[in-house]
C-alpha cells in the first residue's frame, strides 16, 4: 500500500558512500536495487557512477575501467572547472545512477529510472587523474512549459562553495541560447526557492543600479531572461514593486543599492 511505502521509504537504507576521496554520509532513503538495500556502504566509481558493495570490488573495477569523465560532450571549461551535457537516452546507466546517487542527499526527488526525457549537466574538478563529480542538474528536452531545470544537486563536500548558484546561472544561459525564458521546473522545495530567490535577486538588482532610467518588467525580463512572474515575485519579496495609477512601479531605494 501508499502508506506502507512511505514508511519504508522513510528510514534511509544505506548509510554513507564512498565517492573518489570522500567518504559522504547519507541523508535520505534511495530506491537502489534490491541486492544493494541493506548495505551499510556503497562504493561508487567517479567517473561512471558504477556501485559495487566492497571496497575491494571497487579496486578491481577501477584497474578496468577506461572513462576518466562523464559521458558525453565537454560544453564548458573554465580552469579546473569543466560541465558535460549526459544525454539521458544515450548514457542511460550513467544517468540512472547518478539520479539513484542523488536521491540519497534529495528528500523530494521522484525521477530514477525514465531518464530518456531528460539532459544531465554534469559539473566536475579535473585534474591529472580525471574529472571529478561535483554537481549536477537535470533539464527536460522538451518541456511545454519551457522548464530549465528539473532537479539540481551539489555534493555535500561541494557545497556552499557557489557551485549551485553557478548551474542555476547555467540553466539561464541554456535558456538564452536556445532563445527562450527560463524558469525551474514547480514546485519547488523550501530551499529551492531560497536559492532561486537569492539568485533572481542578484541578478535583478545588479541591473537595476547598472540601468539609467526607468526600465519595465518586460525589459527586466529581456535582458536577465527571468520570467516575469519569477521577476514579480522577487521584487515583491524585496518590497521594490508597487502597483501605481494601474501599473506595477519599481522603487529601488538608496538603502537596497547599498545592501547589495
Known sequence: TQREHEAQTRVKNINKIVLGKWEIQTWYYSPFPAEYAECDTLFFCEFDLHFVKKRAALVRYMKRCEMAHPPGDEIYRNGSLSVFEVDGARSRTYCQNLCLLAKLFLDHKTLYYDVDPFLFYVLTHCDEHGCHPVA????????????????????????????????????YELSRAEGKLGTPERPLSDLGMVSYRSFWATVLL???????????????????????DDILSTLQALQLIKWWKGQHMICLSPKVRFQQ
Open 136 to 171: 549536477y542538474f537535470s533539464k527536460e528536452k522538451q518541456s511545454s512549459e519551457d522548464y530549465n531545470l528539473a532537479c539540481i544537486l551539489t555534493l555535500p563536500p561541494y557545497q556552499r562553495k557557489g557551485y549551485g548558484r553557478f548551474l542555476i546561472a547555467f540553466s
Open 206 to 228: 545588479e541591473i537595476l543600479q547598472a540601468h539609467a532610467g526607468a526600465i519595465s518588467i518586460k525589459q527586466l525580463s529581456e535582458l536577465s531572461n527571468i520570467r516575469t
